[in-house]
């Protein structure tokens, strides 16, 4: 306990700034199936491009941006890929519930998943949280493989209904991923839309009308960066 007398002094002042945080956030992937979605694949005479996660976050980076100025389409968008993560994850998450007690059924068998010999560690360097979700949900479709790839190795009856599902999982990541080509950047703002500029005209002929409640801020995504003190003034007429 002080006494009347004790004084406390105030600490040294620091000669240096502080710096910035940072840290380091690793993916790792066991299976083939969750290890091409990382980049995709580049379009050919005889095969479609397919996004793939760093593609995502690439296009996501502009509409994250475009938030930032108060682009409601940016809002939209970041809405639209929010719930598709969820949804998503949601999907991924029932179907490996379900498979996984299959693994428990034959008596006297003790069975561990399947890994990889040489699995990819693939470190992220995102500008957004969104990239980290879509890189979590990339991981959980990576766990489900696993759990498929264990069962059919071991000849382990599988429902029909739920072996198409875990099959066709990978496109549930792939229309996620699609999700920012929607997105064209006519660099508007709230105000541009307001006074219906030629800008906003372009926009709202390539991507429709935006929703009253996305408009209003009444409906808005849980992760949104804050508003540039200084945002770029849109195109006017």
Same mark, same amino acid.
């Given at each position: 306990?002080?006494?009347?007398?004790?004084?406390?002094?105030?600490?040294?002042?620091?000669? $240096?700034?502080?710096?910035?945080?940072?840290?380091?956030?690793?993916?790792?992937?066991?299976?083939?199936? @969750?290890?091409?979605?990382?980049?995709?694949?580049?379009?050919?005479?005889?095969?479609? @491009?397919?996004?793939?996660?760093?593609?995502? @976050?690439?296009?996501?980076?502009?509409?994250?941006?475009?938030?930032?100025?108060?682009?409601?389409?940016?809002? %939209? %968008?970041? *809405?639209?890929?929010?719930?598709?993560?969820?949804?998503?994850?949601?999907?991924?998450?029932?179907?490996?519930? /379900?498979?996984?007690?299959?693994?428990?059924?034959?008596? !006297?068998?003790?069975?561990?998943?399947?890994?990889? #010999?040489?699995?990819?560690?693939?470190?992220?360097?995102?500008? #957004?949280?969104?990239?980290?979700?879509?890189?979590?949900?990339?991981?959980?479709?990576?766990?489900?493989?696993?759990?498929?790839?264990?069962?059919? $190795?071991?000849?382990?009856?599988?429902?029909? +209904?739920? /072996?198409?599902?875990?099959? !066709? /999982?990978?496109? %549930?990541?792939?229309?996620?991923? /699609?999700? +920012?080509?929607?997105?064209?950047?006519?660099?508007?703002?709230?105000?541009?839309?307001?006074?219906?500029?030629?800008?906003?005209?372009?926009?709202?002929? *390539?991507?429709?009308? *935006? +929703?009253? @409640?996305?408009?209003? !801020?009444?409906?808005?995504?849980?992760?949104?960066?804050?508003?540039?003190?200084?945002?770029?003034?849109?195109?006017?007429?």
């Amino acid at each position: 306990m002080l006494s009347p007398s004790t004084t406390l002094s105030n600490p040294p002042e620091s000669t $240096h700034a502080v710096g910035n945080l940072q840290g380091e956030v690793w993916l790792n992937l066991q299976t083939y199936q @969750a290890q091409s979605l990382v980049r995709g694949r580049r379009r050919s005479n005889d095969k479609p @491009a397919i996004m793939g996660l760093v593609g995502f @976050a690439d296009r996501l980076k502009t509409i994250w941006l475009a938030a930032k100025q108060d682009d409601p389409y940016a809002d %939209w %968008w970041l *809405v639209k890929i929010e719930q598709g993560i969820v949804d998503c994850r949601a999907r991924l998450d029932s179907v490996f519930e /379900s498979l996984t007690p299959l693994l428990q059924t034959q008596p !006297g068998l003790q069975i561990s998943l399947a890994q990889s #010999n040489k699995p990819q560690r693939i470190a992220l360097h995102f500008t #957004n949280p969104y990239a980290f979700r879509a890189a979590q949900m990339l991981a959980e479709y990576d766990r489900l493989m696993c759990v498929f790839i264990t069962l059919r $190795h071991v000849g382990l009856s599988i429902p029909t +209904p739920l /072996s198409e599902q875990a099959e !066709g /999982s990978g496109r %549930w990541i792939r229309q996620v991923f /699609s999700i +920012p080509q929607g997105y064209h950047c006519y660099e508007v703002n709230r105000e541009a839309i307001r006074q219906n500029s030629s800008q906003a005209q372009k926009a709202r002929e *390539v991507m429709g009308e *935006v +929703p009253e @409640a996305i408009f209003l !801020g009444e409906s808005k995504p849980l992760l949104r960066p804050n508003l540039s003190k200084n945002p770029d003034t849109a195109q006017q007429d």
